[in-house]
């Protein structure tokens, strides 16, 4: 069974910073690559930023980009997503998925529609 739980989220202050985890079970993580995805209250879920098998090719959305990075550990199966001086704009669930690539293919995508699998989310809020 395919299983991906988020962790790290929680309530943090106006340019604060949070590490989000992404722990994968029952796939071999390095034949996929992993996205991280946002949803707030009343909006439409976001790309945020995606990592390709190998960790090299990476991804970030325009409202993120200099502030989020992306990583993964392949031997530990997790992937993070490391946010810094964060925003109230920032609020959100955030969500990883996994979008099986096989051994030939090293890109990412921040479009939902490529990914399988999904976590159940970790809420962040950012809030003074």
């Known amino acids: 069974q ?3 739980v988020e962790s790290g989220g929680g309530l943090v202050q106006p340019g604060g910073s949070l590490r989000l985890s992404c722990a994968a079970s029952g796939i071999t993580l390095d034949n996929y690559a ?3 995805f946002r949803q707030a209250p009343g909006k439409g879920r976001e790309g945020v930023s995606c990592v390709g098998r190998n960790g090299v090719n990476t991804y970030y959305a ?3 980009k ?3 990075t992306i990583s993964r550990d392949n031997f ?3 992937v993070y997503l490391q946010m810094n001086s964060l925003k109230p704009e920032d609020t959100a669930n955030y ?3 996994a979008w ?3 051994v030939r293919n090293y890109d990412c995508s921040v479009y939902g529609s490529q ?4 976590g159940r989310g970790t809420q962040v809020t950012v809030s003074s």
């Open 66 to 68: 200099g502030r989020f």
């Open 76 to 78: 530990k199966d997790t």
């Open 100 to 102: 099986y690539r096989g």
């Open 95 to 97: 969500y990883c998925a």
């Open 34 to 36: 992993i996205g991280w």
């Open 62 to 64: 325009d409202s993120v």
């Open 2 to 4: 395919v299983q991906l």
């Open 115 to 118: 990914y399988t699998y999904w």
